[in-house]
């Protein structure tokens, strides 16, 4: 399993992540391509009382997004842990981003969390972070 740890006291609020994460999931795996795709990160950089903090999917051990669909569409895969969303299941209704209790989920037609880069190997935020304020953990 893949932890992307966040030290907030390195972090900029550059964003450079949230960009790098963006282009990784378009087809072009570029920024262009990213913005001409209307591509989101699936990882957020917030301030929160003047403080930066990282929203992505905790991997939960009972994730509460899959309880909350009505549709099944959420499963969970054992192995890397990551969330994945049956697209054909689902009926775009938010439940799932309500339920998150650390703000990881993004409806965009599909709910959006983080996936690790399962795709590439490795999480390209991490790999971007121009002050390694994101640290890649294999567990």
């Given at each position: ?9 390195l ?5 450079t ?10 087809e072009?795996?570029?920024l262009?391509?990213?913005?001409k ?22 991997l ?36 799932c ?6 703000g ?36």
């Amino acid at each position: 399993m893949v932890k992307i740890l966040f030290e907030k006291d390195l972090c900029l609020g550059c964003k450079t992540c949230e960009l790098a994460c963006a282009a990784a999931h378009s087809e072009t795996k570029s920024l262009a391509g990213a913005i001409k795709e209307n591509k989101i990160s699936r990882l957020r950089i917030r301030t929160k009382g003047g403080k930066l903090k990282l929203e992505q999917c905790m991997l939960c051990t009972n994730p509460r997004c899959i309880a909350a669909c009505p549709t099944g569409a959420l499963s969970k895969d054992e192995e890397s842990g990551i969330i994945k969303v049956n697209k054909m299941a689902c009926t775009g209704c938010g439940l799932c981003e309500d339920a998150c209790p650390f703000g990881a989920i993004e409806l965009h037609t599909f709910p959006t969390m983080c996936d690790r880069c399962m795709h590439s190997g490795k999480p390209l935020c991490a790999m971007s972070c121009p002050t390694r304020a994101l640290k890649v953990k294999i567990v």
